[in-house]
């Protein structure tokens, strides 16, 4: 197991290189643990009522820190932004400077990114809303694969996650237009460039702004990863991002708030600059930090591993839990031994059933990219602009 994880590390250091894709080790924790994050978030809702709703015997010390924990949902969503904003806006900036900047392997990167593991992901939504006895509003599903959740339509069978998508999306359509007329590609790449970054313009004033301003830190926070940064800034950064994700979760109006709330907050739009600023400067710094035990490499390549299918975890793990609460309708008022069993139960289906759907498709996306370039893409695309 550990040759064949140093092969794999190997593997990647000669394709960093040779300037085909990056690997940052230490973010692929970071990215899992943010999809981990939202997942025991949605089983401990479906599997307890709100903490004040516990009978008093529950209300224990270990208790109310495991409620804290399992609390957050939008703030590791955030994570996901300032990563996004840093692996892909900032490999933008880098190519620009480099004048290598190639809209269509850009675009070819992104869609196959997006796409090829949501499609399945909205399979398996539908399925669970028959199983269920919903029904499928295929308009709702048709706004879902264009990204227009949140903008006009709501997430496609109530799979709440894929709101995140529509902001995903349309940072890639800003980014990707903005760079297509910088680096003046022809007058009619420009020109449907120019079209395609009003209209992302004009999405925006129905989504949140503060959220792409996460993505944009990300992005500003990428040449900092070969910046020696001092300890003093290292720790004010982690000091911001652990202070404006306290923040925001204080800012949160639910039956918890009498529990956990102060008497003034700053609004939480502001709380979540603050936490991504400190974010974006935090993984810079973590994309900069070398791997060079033995050790840590292990514990590295088992972050990689979990990594590869956290996009489909955060996709999929929703109508998975919706099902096995359909099973099981009880939302319990104790913790029992029985009922953190359930819980458990609950994530670890969501892991294999996320696992076995990664392996047929996000599993295959490199395979697609290289398919579609040898058929339908010139020399210009043939290099990828993706670091994930």
């Known amino acids: ?16 290189a040779a300037g085909d894709g990056e690997q940052y080790a230490w973010l692929d924790w970071l990215r899992f643990g943010a999809a981990f994050a939202v997942l025991l978030c949605h089983a401990r809702g479906g599997t307890w009522l709100d903490y004040g709703s516990l009978e008093t015997g529950s209300k224990s010390l270990i208790a109310t820190i495991f409620f804290v924990v399992t609390r957050p949902n939008l703030e590791p969503v955030v994570i996901f ?43 398996v939504t ?8 919903r029904t499928i509003d295929f308009g709702e599903l048709a706004g879902n ?7 006009v339509f709501s997430s496609f069978a109530d799979n709440a996650p894929l709101w995140s998508l529509s ?5 890639y359509v800003l980014a990707g237009s903005a760079a297509t007329v910088i680096a003046g590609t022809g007058n009619k790449a420009r020109l449907f460039a120019m079209i395609l970054f009003a209209g992302a313009v004009l999405i925006y004033t129905a989504l949140s702004p503060a959220l792409l301003y996460c993505w944009i830190m ?29 923040a925001s979760q204080l800012n949160m109006k639910t039956k918890e708030s009498a529990e956990f709330a102060l008497v003034w907050l700053p609004p939480r739009e502001l709380a979540i600059l603050v936490m991504s600023a400190g974010t974006a400067v935090t993984v810079a710094w973590l994309a900069g930090r070398p791997v060079r035990s033995k050790i840590i490499r292990k514990w590295q390549a088992l972050g990689t591993a979990l990594a590869a299918f956290s996009y489909t975890l955060y996709l999929t793990h ?11 309708a009880t939302r319990y008022n104790d913790i029992t031994v029985a009922n953190i069993g ?11 059933v996320a696992w076995l759907l990664y392996l047929p498709f996000e599993r295959r996306t490199g395979d697609f990219r290289r398919w579609f370039r040898s058929r339908f893409m010139g020399r210009g695309g043939r290099r990828s602009h993706d670091t994930r």
């Open 1 to 16: 197991m550990s040759t064949k994880n140093s092969a794999i590390l190997e593997s990647r250091a000669r394709r960093t």
């Open 81 to 123: 932004f300032v990563l996004s904003g840093f692996l892909v806006g900032g490999k933008i900036l880098e190519r620009l400077i480099q004048a290598s900047f190639s809209p269509s392997s850009f675009a070819l990167d992104r869609f196959s990114r997006i796409y090829v593991p949501l499609v399945p992901a909205l399979a």
């Open 126 to 133: 539908a399925l669970v809303a028959l199983v269920t006895g």
């Open 145 to 151: 694969l264009l990204s227009l959740q949140c903008v």
């Open 167 to 171: 902001y995903e999306v349309w940072f």
């Open 218 to 246: 990300g992005a500003v926070a990428y040449p900092l990863r070969n910046v020696k940064l001092p300890g003093l800034a290292v720790g004010v950064a982690a000091l911001l991002a652990v202070s404006g994700a306290v």
């Open 318 to 328: 929703y109508p998975v839990l919706e099902l096995l609460n359909w099973l099981v």
């Open 342 to 352: 359930v819980f458990l139960f609950k994530i670890s289906v969501c892991l294999g």
